[in-house]
């Protein structure tokens, strides 16, 4: 993707791109999807924040390395973090699973859709500033779940809806849109559930495909895409053989050479490349391998992401560990059971670690609430509705040294299946129905902001402000007062 460049590419390219979208919004000119280009009007709320110019969130946990923390924010601090106020609020109609990304002044927003009643995924462009409508683009069907990728050097927005249908097996479709007007550059079809952020590097895309448990079996893996034309370049698979399994769910990591995502279980015996953990060179040819559960035939995924830092490769599994291990070989540096007993129920987390470079942040999966009862795998595929309350059961947040020593821990009612996006020594996460702001530190609330609904999608922060959405189809955004 370039990020080296970035700084480059906004002081060339920020101020036409502005330009050319703010005569879309005005000129009420038809969208992509065929509908009115009229803009769904803007708050009237004003607060501050620096200039959106300077934005970039560009995929899931904001860089490759999947750390979750933009260091470009310098003016939001755990002494002012309390004083975040609504700057505008909008309203899409469908539910939000996808966490938003930006980049100079566009967060995008995917919808998620739903399979059965045939309501198609909708991809919008809002305006950071004000929260004014640049463009929406109509996925062709299914449900839209993946966090979508920018390429800023290529002007390109990577989404992808998914086909769930258990008898008929469509094809699920990835999209090349054109960032200044939502334009498709090209589309391509991908059998599988596709759910993990992409990379995009060197002219690719790096597609993750999931969907392998039973009853579907589809063959998951990695699917690479020429980014110019969306042409199939290689495929790889968790299994060889088709029909059988085997998934990537989380968003792959990036660390220069090699691509690093966890895996999930196949339909059949136990084989290496699954409920792990598997790195690929750029050609598709495995670098390594490693088994978190072995000899393991139930659903023993990593279901997250993997997040890279201090030379290690981190990631949790169903099984409840965190996992620090060697990016070149596969080798496990140290782990820490975080969720003991979540190998009776396979109930330990799947949520993605991130990292300021002082303290990780990761949800560990669920725990019985002492004998009450309660039941049910800790399953991405059928969660419809990922941070549902699971009765019987609770959630834990938990920050750790870079040694995996824990360092606090928060209890929470929901599970969290995304990541904290950090900045300025705070994190900002979905608990139910409020966006919260923690002390990294110590783990303890600094601000909060109820919500109308569960939080699926994770948040994003960048010198503009703070970004996050829910269930409801309600997308905020958040900024300190104007100084007067």
């Not at 930006?102 to 309501?119: C, K, Q």
């Not at 893996?221 to 199939?232: N, Q």
């Not at 360092?407 to 979905?430: H, Q």
Request: glycine residues 14%.
């Amino acid at each position: 993707m370039g990020y080296a460049r970035l700084a480059f590419i906004n002081s060339l390219r920020v101020f036409a791109v502005f330009a050319v979208l703010a005569g879309l919004a005005t000129a009420g000119c038809t969208r992509p999807d065929g509908s009115p280009g009229s803009a769904i009007p803007a708050a009237k709320e004003r607060l501050s924040g620096s200039s959106s110019s300077s934005d970039s969130w560009p995929t899931f946990a904001y860089d490759y390395a999947r750390t979750g923390y933009n260091a470009a924010v310098t003016h939001l601090t755990k002494s002012n973090v309390s004083r975040l106020q609504l700057r505008w609020k909008q309203n899409v109609g469908d539910q939000i699973f996808a966490s938003p990304v930006t980049f100079a002044g566009n967060l995008i927003v995917v919808t998620r859709g739903d399979a059965l009643t045939r309501t198609r995924p909708i991809v919008y462009d809002f305006r950071t500033s004000d929260g004014s409508l640049l463009w929406k683009f109509r996925m062709n069907g299914g449900e839209g779940q993946m966090t979508p990728t920018i390429d800023p050097d290529a002007g390109l927005v990577i989404v992808a809806d998914e086909q769930k249908q258990i008898r008929r097996r469509g094809p699920s479709h990835v999209y090349a849109l054109r960032l200044l007007d939502g334009s498709v550059a090209w589309s391509q079809q991908i059998v599988g559930l596709l759910r993990a952020s992409p990379v995009v590097t060197g002219g690719s895309v790096y597609m993750g495909r999931a969907g392998g448990d039973p009853p579907l079996c589809l063959q998951g893996g990695i699917t690479a895409l020429d980014e110019s034309t969306g042409a199939i370049e290689w495929t790889w698979s968790v299994d060889p053989q088709p029909n059988e399994g085997g998934s990537v769910w989380g968003a792959i990591a990036f660390d220069g050479a090699h691509l690093i995502f966890g895996t999930g279980n196949t339909c059949v015996e136990p084989i290496p490349t699954a409920n792990g953990a598997v790195a690929l060179n750029l050609d598709g040819t495995p670098l390594w391998d490693m088994v978190a559960v072995k000899n393991s035939s139930y659903d023993s995924d990593t279901g997250g992401g993997v997040m890279l830092y201090n030379g290690r490769a981190h990631f949790i599994n169903k099984n409840g560990r965190f996992y620090a291990v060697s990016p070149q070989t596969g080798n496990i540096a140290w782990y820490k059971d975080l969720d003991p007993d979540a190998s009776k129920g396979w109930t330990g987390g799947f949520a993605t670690p991130t990292t300021d470079g002082s303290t990780m942040v990761e949800d560990s999966g669920l725990y019985r609430d002492g004998t009450s009862g309660g039941g049910g795998e800790f399953c991405q595929l059928t969660a419809a509705r990922p941070t549902e309350v699971f009765p019987g059961f609770h959630s834990k947040l938990q920050g750790m040294d870079l040694n995996g020593s824990v360092l606090w821990s928060r209890t929470t009612l929901n599970r969290l299946v995304g990541y904290v996006a950090l900045a300025g020594g705070v994190g900002f996460v979905g608990f139910s129905e409020d966006f919260v702001g923690l002390d990294l530190s110590t783990g303890k609330t600094l601000w909060k902001y109820p919500t109308s609904s569960y939080i699926n999608a994770s948040m994003i922060v960048v010198p503009s402000g703070v970004y996050g959405a829910d269930d409801d189809g309600n997308v905020y955004a958040f900024g300190l007062p104007a100084k007067k």
